[in-house]
């Protein structure tokens, strides 16, 4: 009797047991893909011609090939580009997957490139799809193509990489380089549900080298107001705007030296900017405060700037480049009245009394804001070597 | 875990085990030769001749009778198993002495059945014992000793004669050492003895043993230390080890077997060990041995998990490399366990996760290969444990052409016939080597990886995440000997981690394990710490 009751449990258990390992293979491996089904896509390239109802999402997948130690290098192409047009970025790609056949997997995805034309008419309703897919990462670089962006992710590049690889290394190595700004769909999308500033994007182009082959280039950056493009910063006012926003980490800059014609490089070892928002008698002042460490790089000049007083000179000529720089781009600002230094978020945060009161016309006051640059720059070393080789003095 | 379902279904586990000792057992009854529980009696013919009756006609057992004093006067016999006991001890000792010394001497004197004269005067043995039941009679002849008879006496006297070939002393051949001794346990419980003993010189150090097994008679010792031993532990082990009811026992396995606290959980419960320092050191912090006769592998109680990390020579190098060498057969376990499953979770559930440069190459390794990485990694996982069987079971010159066979196999050939991924077999070689790191675990291991590979490859990393739970929650729930095996780590004992995760320097650990040294907590003074600075000098 007891005998029959305790074959009972564990038949019992041995079913539920069983029930368990069977309700494993309900799920059928759910949400599992082998990764040779995978298309690891590492640039994603969108067109849109001018007044055009369509949009050509051009998507990079990286071809996965066992490197072969003794073959010849990049003899083999590593990419495929497909190109498919849609009504919207879902509706491209959901053609694209008519005639690749693999799935397409954004977590890898390095670079988005808006051509110009589109940029200009607005890139609002394209992002949309990289922020919410819950593959695509919110780290992923923009980027706004000079001319076709889908060609860019044709080009050759230099490396055995991926042109979409190349890319976002080409972006991240700009961190060290502090030349332009580097944008990522994070700090992309936080400018723009700010009510004030102004979304920066680096432009990139393709240029044509010695073997007439085009490489990517990035020059320029490209003004947004709102999520449409309304006009460029070059060179300096990128590096001005740099200066101001606190994103000069390393780079160089140039400057004339202290006898005149003669060129001075400065390597710069700390940066730190800052902006001050002032209000006097309802008049807005915006004090950019920078403070920059640096060594000599290089000297064109034979004479010994290892002194104190050629320190001291090449400093007063660094402040007035450094300054010149920022008001520079404070004056494309204002011609565009895009806040790309975030002046609107400052006086918020730290006026906001005075914010409250100007919120409503900020469009008007905003060209009026007085904007002064406070540079104090600070050469430190010389260098390896102090006596440039060809001093000719004692 | 288990308990707990068991609960959940009302199951009656110790009810259960009860019937079955009702139903099957009842017919079995703990016999052996306490079936001849029968005193002697005064004549010695009887007394042979019960004795021939019980070993039958075609026996190794010899019966040597003869008359010995200076009338021959005395009639006597010696009992002793051919090859067992050592001739040359019955022949100096005994015959010698009674035929030809007793016929020389005064020996007029001798009455017969005056046993105390004999044993006093003739019997030239350091070790003989009194008996009177030819029960224990059987059992000491059985394990090599002779026996003597006279007639008048319904006592006999068993001489320690043992004599039979035994393998000596060697290096152990489990538990390698670069610096330590090299001793190893032999087959033989004596030996095994004097190995502790000399380690051990204290009165404190007890040695009980017993006999289990109703066919194998096999002797059955347990050590330990009087003044530190938790007295409950002891009483513990006693209380299981004479509640065996079995046939044989042929290897201490069988004796871990029967007494272990949880024989349904993979863990072990029940720690061995082939080296005597181990042992030693072991029974010095307060844990019982059992050795068991005709193996070296003794038997340590309790046993914590963190035991499996602990390596004899952890405590004679210097602990900061110890420490080190300690965290790394962690992390070796851990590796042994999740490297495959992580592999298959990554690359088929959670691509994001890797590194784009190694997603590459992961895929270039995948490209072409027909499986879903759970089967690859599967049929890995089979492959090397085919190998690894079958190295361990052939004689080692065979041994090693498995292995070379198996290294082209798992590794190259496998590759380029495009059967499996490259970065998969540097994961299972890593899982393999890294299993033998941690030894005493590596059944566990090889149990778990695979469990959570089939988790792993249905569930993903949350798969993993479940397995982890049910694991720990088990493990955790699990007792030796009364001891939570988790301790010093759950519950938590602080003083306790100077030798678990790390090995701490030797003179800070002054207190012995919390759980097990109970009587006697300090195992050394408070200021160990060497310093001999010439200031203290002075």
Redesign the interface.
Known sequence: M??DK?MK??K??VE?VICLFLS??L?A?W??????K?G?I?GVALDKKEKADDITVTTQI?V????KSNTGIGSSKQFVNIKEKGKTVSEALKNISREYNRLL?F??N?VVIFDKTMAYQGIGSEIDFFLRNR?T?PLTWILISNGDASDILNMNPNSREEPG?NLGKLIKNEEYVSQLPIVNFKDFTTKLMSKTTSPVVPIIELKANEKKEKIPYMLKTAVFKKDKMVGELNESESMGLLWGTNKVEYGTILVKSPSGNEKVGVKITRAKGKIKPEVKDGVICMNIIIDAEGDILEQTTAEDLANPKSFKAIEEIENAYIENQVMQAWDKAKAFNADIFGFGDTLYKFKPKEWKKIESKWEEEFPKITVKAKVDTKVRRMGKITKPANFQGK | MFRY??KL????SN??KE?NVD?NNSSYEKQGNKAYDVKLSNALQDNINSLKDIFGKETDVVFREFSFGSNKQIKAALIYVEGLAEKAIINETMMKSFMYDSSMTEMKSIKPGDMNYIKENMISVANLREMSELSEIIDSCLSGETIFFIDGVNIALAIHSEGFETRGVEEAKTEAVVRGPREGFTENIQTNMVLLRRRIKTPNLVFESMRIGTQTRTSVCIVYLRNVANPKIVAEVKKRISSINIDSILESGYIEQLIEDEPNSIFPTIGNSEKPDAAASKILEGRVCIIVDGTPFVLTVPMLFIEGFQSAEDYYSRPYLASMIRLLRYLCFYISIFAPVSYVVL???H??LIP?TL???????????PF???VEAGLMIITFEILREAGVRLPRPVGQAVSIVGALVIGEAAVSAGLVG?LLVIVIALTAVSSFVVPTYTDVVSILRVVFL??G????IFGIGIGVIVVLAHAVSLKSFGVPYFTPLAPLVKDDIKDSVIRAPLWKMNKRPRWIGVLNVFRQGEDAKPDFNEEDND
């Open positions: 007891r005998l305790s449990n564990r019992k258990i539920l494993l293979n799920t491996c949400s599992s893909v082998e990764l040779n995978l690891i590492v990286g996965p090939t066992l490197e997997f977590a890898h390095q593959e990462r690889i | 379902l068991c279904f009302n199951v009656k009810g259960s019937k139903n690359s088929t559930f691509q994001e784009t997603l590459f190459t992961m895929a270039a390794g995948r490209e072409g290969v879903p990485a759970a490259g089939i988790l490859a249905v569930l993903g």
